[in-house]
């Protein structure tokens, strides 16, 4: 199941980041492109079922859809950025602190 292995893929670079981190991601950000043998609903039950029970459960999964079939991604699954959450004010940039004010 070629999902299945895009999934796993995915997941693992996830680990890695949050390993560097040291945190459990809030939210995942990732470009999906018009060729990429997956809808982005298909993608998120494929995501609910793999992060049940996981730490992940709880992050946001953010995807961005890609239209052209002539970008370099067009075929891909891009993960474009992990978002943590801060554990101290000193720990966030100014726009996390604006956020954390909202």
Same mark, same amino acid.
């Given at each position: 199941?070629?999902?299945?292995?895009?999934?796993?893929?995915?997941?693992?670079?996830?680990?890695?980041?949050?390993?560097?981190?040291?945190?459990?991601? =809030?939210?995942?950000?990732?470009?999906?492109?018009?060729?990429?043998? =997956?809808?982005?609903?298909?993608?998120?039950?494929?995501?609910?079922?793999?992060?049940?029970?996981?730490?992940?459960?709880?992050?946001?999964?953010? =995807?961005?859809?890609?239209?052209? =079939?002539?970008?370099?991604?067009?075929?891909?699954?891009?993960?474009?950025?992990?978002?943590?959450?801060?554990?101290?004010?000193?720990?966030?940039?100014?726009?996390?602190?604006?956020?954390?004010?909202?």
């Amino acid at each position: 199941m070629h999902e299945l292995s895009l999934l796993n893929s995915l997941l693992s670079k996830i680990e890695q980041m949050s390993a560097v981190e040291n945190k459990t991601p =809030i939210a995942i950000h990732l470009q999906l492109g018009p060729l990429a043998h =997956i809808s982005p609903a298909h993608l998120r039950e494929h995501w609910q079922h793999a992060v049940a029970g996981t730490a992940l459960a709880s992050a946001a999964l953010h =995807i961005v859809e890609l239209e052209d =079939i002539n970008h370099p991604h067009a075929q891909d699954m891009v993960l474009e950025s992990l978002e943590f959450a801060c554990d101290t004010m000193d720990d966030c940039s100014q726009e996390d602190r604006e956020k954390n004010d909202d």
